[in-house]
Nanobody, 122 residues
Framework: VQLQAYGGGLVQAGGSLRLSCAAS????????MGWFRQYPGKEREFVAT????????FYAASVRGRFTISRDNAKNAVYLQMNSLKPEDTAVYYC????????????????WGQGTLVTVSS
């Protein structure tokens, strides 16, 4: 499975961005997908996850109510709509997939994209 994340960029605080992640290879609509982010010198942290069917989602407390994860299985894609962005959301964002249920655990994911940088200016 190959994952390609894109859509990052520079945005002012309070603005919005939509990240996309395209999956290719031996993908399955039952695979859970997730978004994680990483600050310089820190471990990658959980942001959001969605089940294969899209029925189940979980969010980190820091983004709940501002970010929305969704997926389009026909396009093998997952999205992260980020609203009301804050400077502390500045990080490299990664998409990931796993053969199983949605999980908030970084180590549960089998495949990772290359990351896309989101910068929020104050």
């Amino acid at each position: 499975v190959q994952l390609q994340a894109y859509g990052g960029g520079l945005v002012q605080a309070g603005g919005s961005l939509r990240l996309s992640c395209a999956a290719s290879g031996r993908t399955s609509s039952s695979d859970a997908m997730g978004w994680f982010r990483q600050y310089p010198g820190k471990e990658r942290e959980f942001v959001a996850t969605i089940s294969g069917s899209g029925d189940t989602t979980f969010y980190a407390a820091s983004v709940r109510g501002r970010f929305t994860i969704s997926r389009d299985n026909a396009k093998n894609a997952v999205y992260l709509q980020m609203n009301s962005l804050k400077p502390e959301d500045t990080a490299v964002y990664y998409c990931a997939s796993r053969n199983g249920v949605a999980s908030v655990a970084r180590l549960a994911y089998h495949y990772w994209g290359q990351g896309t940088l989101v910068t929020v200016s104050s």
